[in-house]
Nanobody, 127 residues
Framework: QVQLVESGGGLVQAGGSLRLSCAAS????????MGWFRQAPGKERQFVTA????????YYLDSVKGRFTISRDNAKNTVYLQMNSLKPEDTAVYYC????????????????????WGQGTQVTVSS
């Protein structure tokens, strides 16, 4: 069972930055799509961004375009989420996910497209 471990969350003021990391326990993830989702209290889990296996294709939620950047380092089995110009509405638990079942040219954007999930890391943006 591949484990995904997120880190880098915390409390930041509006306009600040955070960098989340998602480390996978096995090299296997380098062949598969990975994504970031978030869930605020009382809300459904929301797609934020995703990247295909080699980083050539990325998708973003409209509200984070230009502020968030997903990247991956397959040599380190790690995916990153650089978050800049953070807003209070970005406050949520952020989850890393991997689709370890399909070889896709493009990454999925729905939670159902992913097979493995991390435990989540809290991001809180104060106004």
């Amino acid at each position: 069972q591949v484990q995904l471990v997120e880190s880098g969350g915390g409390l930041v003021q509006a306009g600040g930055s955070l960098r989340l990391s998602c480390a996978a326990s096995e090299r296997t993830v380098s062949n598969y799509a990975m994504g970031w989702f978030r869930q605020a209290p009382g809300k459904e889990r929301q797609f934020v961004t995703a990247v295909n296996w080699n980083g050539s294709t990325t998708y973003y939620l409209d509200s984070v375009k230009g502020r968030f950047t997903i990247s991956r380092d397959n040599a380190k089995n790690t995916v990153y989420l650089q978050m800049n110009s953070l807003k209070p509405e970005d406050t949520a638990v952020y989850y890393c996910a991997a689709d370890l079942l399909h070889f896709r040219r493009t990454p999925p954007v729905s939670p159902g497209g992913y097979t493995n999930w991390g435990q989540g890391t809290q991001v809180t943006v104060s106004s």
